[in-house]
Structure formats: C-alpha cells, structure tokens
C-alpha cells in the first residue's frame, strides 16, 4: 500500500508544473527603412536625458517633480501592490504550516451510540497542521508567472509616467522663460509706444499733426498693453500648471514661485543615427508586452480548471484528556492523507472563463500592436517636428531681422516726411509681431527636442549583445 502510495506522489510530481497556458510568439515588427539603414549605428541617450540641457534649475524642478508628482506616487503604489501581488502567488508554490491547539470540556448523551455511555471528559491538543496542493497542471505557475508579468507592467507604467512627467515639466519650464520673454519683449514695446503717444498728444496740442494721428498712436498703445495682460494671464497659468505637476501644496501653488532662466538654454543634439531596436525599450511597449504575457498565462490558469487537484495535508502533535500529560510520548499523535477534487459539472463556467481569458490576451495583443505603431508614429512626427522647428527657427530669424531694418528706415523716412504715420504704425505692428513670432518659434523647437526624447522613450541602456 506504502508503495502504491509513493508511487501516485512521484507520478504527481513528475506531472506538477506542466503549464496549460498556449505558447505566446510575438510577431516580428516591420522597421522601417530609414531606420533599418541606420540600426548599424549604436549610441545611447542617457536615461537623465534633462540634464543634456546643462541647465540646474530645469535639474532641481525635474528632480522635485519626480518626487511628488501624484501620478507618480499612484504608480509607485500600483508597483508596490504588484509586487505584494506577485509575493502571494510564489507562496502558494510551498506548503503551509500552521499551528493549532484547542482546549475544552464535553458532556456526551446517554442516548447517543453506544447508549448509556454517558462520560464527561477534557480534550486538550497540540498540533502542527501542514498542507500542500501539488500543482500537477501549473495552474500556481502560471499565476505565478502572470504576477510577475504584471509586476513588470507596472514598473514600465512607472517608467512612462516618469518620463511623460519629466517632459512636461520641461516644456512646462520652458514655456514660462518664453513667456516671461514675452512679456519683457511687450513691456519694451509699450514703454516705446507710451513715449511715442505722449509725444504725439503733445503734437496734437500744438497743432502739429491731427487728431487721427495721435489716435493712431494710441490704438497701437493700447494693443500692447492688451497683449501684455494676455501674456501675463498666460504666465499665471503656466506657474500653476507647473505647480500642480510638481506635486507642491495648495499654499505652495499660490506663494511659491519659479526660479527661471532669462533665456532658453543651448539645445542639446539628439543622436541622428538610433538603432531601430530604441523603439523596444519604450516602456509603454514593454507594458503592453507584459500585459500580453500576464493575459496568455492566464489563459493557462483557467485551462487547469478542467483537471483535477491533488492536495496533501499532514498533522503532528499531541492530544490528551489530562492538560499534564498533554506533551508526553504516550500522547503523540499524527495524521497523513490526500485529497483529490475533479470537476464534474458546473454549466459551462470553467469554459466560460477559458473563452473570457483567451478574449482578454486577444485584446492585450492587439494592444500591444497598437501600441507599437504609436510608438513609430511618434518617432516620425518627432523628428519631422524637429526638423521643421529648426527651419522655420532660422526663417524667422532672418525675418525679425529684415523687419527691424524695415522699422530702422519707415522711423527715418517718417521724420523727413517721406512716409505717412500709417506706414509707420505698420513697420512697428510689423517688428513686434516678429519678435514675438520669433519667441515663440524659440519655444517650439525646444519642446521639440524634448518631444523627440519621449518619443525614443526617455533614455535606455543597450546591452553588449544587442551591439553585436
């Protein structure tokens, strides 16, 4: 009997650990040519890749933001659930040892079999209560290895918002030293007009010139200003936006403000010739391929369903009816056995939980695929930005350039009475729309460099292997 029983227990072991989830084989992604020409090269962004930028206080916001961000905290909590998670179901793989003891007094029937038996006794016991469930399908492995999946898949969701965070506070950086600018630029132009006005109203006092020139003069004055208080407007909330995304407190948000640069620091020169493989190490790809895992090993659990479980459970200790004799060798007492549980009928919902995992790994696949085509979107419209910001940068540089002259020579032409107040008026309008033109175009190509960062998924580290 002790050898048949040995021998269903090797036969269950052997069994133990084969997995029921299907095969996952993730298809090939098509790289694109360009980048597929380019894949000899292997360079590496560096994972801080802020600090490219040479700028501390940019540094210091990055820094506070990756800190107390809430949607970082959030996902530091998910991964820590992940992991408590995963922590479960790698226990369920060992046995359990619990330990038991109970104490009382009972009273039985003289109507109870035997009859006329009546006795009151004590019942004291001591145990140590082991039990084991022998994972003959892999159904526990595969939860198991679902965990661990899933772990990964918050720790890239991590990643990803890190990154995502890190790129809006520098654009959100950004975006205030190019308002502020702005503002600079339009506290100049009104200071200029509000001269020009004044020496206009006391023209118009004189008699010099009419009373349409000098309202001109001040249609232009008040414009400014109306475009400074949008600028400003704009300014506050930018410093709110960014605050919020640092995680500061409400009393932060309303007292704290900004330690800016006055200009925009020197852009950093993204690496032209990438590896096609960079578009692997985007966390949000890693996430979705994660999740497909997780989605394809649960497939697996809910196929163990249909067979049957083995569990062994085992007790060790001692039991008597006197507390002083509980713990002598006459009082030892032990038990071994087994429980085997197969399914029978129970209208259809293990298979209507096999269908409902293998539609989640259907959808967690096509994800994944979506994923990655967003992935090369993203790259192409980066790169694209990139480029275009640079051009159009130049453009308008040259433009603000002509146009000052333009403004340089209609002033000249205007005191020597060769051109109207109107063409005047324009020449200005003309050289502050520029400059404010160029500010902004300053601004873009700067979040495209960051855009372009996101979109090669922050910074990696490529392995030997993979240069090989």
């Not at 003959?136 to 990643?159: F, P, T, V």
Request: charged share 25%; proline share 3%; aromatic share 6%.
């Amino acid at each position: 009997m002790a050898r048949n029983v040995a021998v269903i227990l090797a036969g269950a072991l052997l069994l133990a650990g084969c997995s029921m989830s299907p095969k996952l084989e993730l298809k090939p992604v098509e790289i694109p040519l360009a980048l597929a020409k380019e894949a000899k090269t292997m360079e590496v962004i560096n994972v801080e890749w802020w600090r490219e930028f040479k700028d501390p206080l940019l540094e210091e916001l990055i820094k506070e933001a990756l800190v107390h961000n809430s949607d970082l905290r959030v996902a530091a909590t998910n991964v820590s659930l992940a992991r408590a998670t995963l922590g479960g179901a790698r226990a369920d793989l060992y046995p359990s040892l619990d330990a038991e003891g109970s104490a009382g007094r009972k009273k039985t029937s003289d109507e109870s079999y035997p009859v006329g038996t009546r006795a009151t006794y004590n019942n004291f016991s001591l145990s140590g209560v082991l039990s084991y469930e022998i994972d003959l399908w892999g159904r526990l492995r595969d939860s198991k290895r679902s965990a661990e999946a899933l772990l990964l898949a918050n720790e890239a969701n991590q990643e990803t918002i890190a990154l995502a965070v890190a790129s809006s506070v520098a654009e959100g950086y950004f975006n205030l030293i190019t308002l502020r600018e702005g503002i600079q630029i339009l506290k100049e132009t009104v200071d200029s007009y509000q001269k020009s006005y004044d020496y206009r109203l006391k023209q118009h006092g004189l008699g010099a010139i009419s009373e349409i020139v000098m309202e001109q003069s001040r249609v232009e004055l008040e414009s400014a200003k109306a475009n400074l208080y949008l600028y400003e407007r704009q300014e506050s909330e930018a410093a709110t936006a960014l605050s919020i995304l640092l995680g500061r407190t409400p009393k932060e948000i309303f007292e704290k403000s900004f330690s800016l640069a006055s200009v925009l620091p020197a852009l950093p020169e993204v690496p032209v010739g990438l590896p096609s493989e960079i578009l692997t190490h985007r966390s949000d790809i890693k996430v979705a391929e994660e999740k497909l895992k997780a989605a394809n090993y649960s497939i697996g659990v809910a196929r163990a369903a249909y067979f049957p479980t083995l569990s062994l459970s085992g007790v060790l200790g001692y039991q008597s009816a006197e507390l002083d004799r509980l713990m002598r060798p006459s009082g030892e007492m032990w038990s071994l056995g087994g429980n085997l549980g197969a399914p029978l009928l129970n209208f259809g919902r293990t298979s209507a939980k096999v269908e409902s995992a293998k539609a989640q790994k259907e959808s967690a696949e096509i994800e994944y695929e979506a994923t990655i085509r967003q992935a090369f979107g993203e790259v192409k419209d980066a790169l694209v930005k990139r480029e275009v910001a640079n051009k159009r940068l130049l453009s308008l540089q040259s433009q603000t350039t002509s146009q000052n002259r333009v403004l340089e020579i209609a002033q000249k032409r205007f005191d020597e009475g060769y051109f109207s107040h109107l063409d005047l008026l324009d020449a200005q309008r003309g050289y502050l729309n520029a400059r404010l033109a160029l500010n902004s175009a300053k601004l873009e190509t700067a979040t495209s460099v960051v855009t372009l960062y996101k979109a090669l998924g922050g910074g990696w580290r490529i392995t030997q292997e993979e240069t090989k």
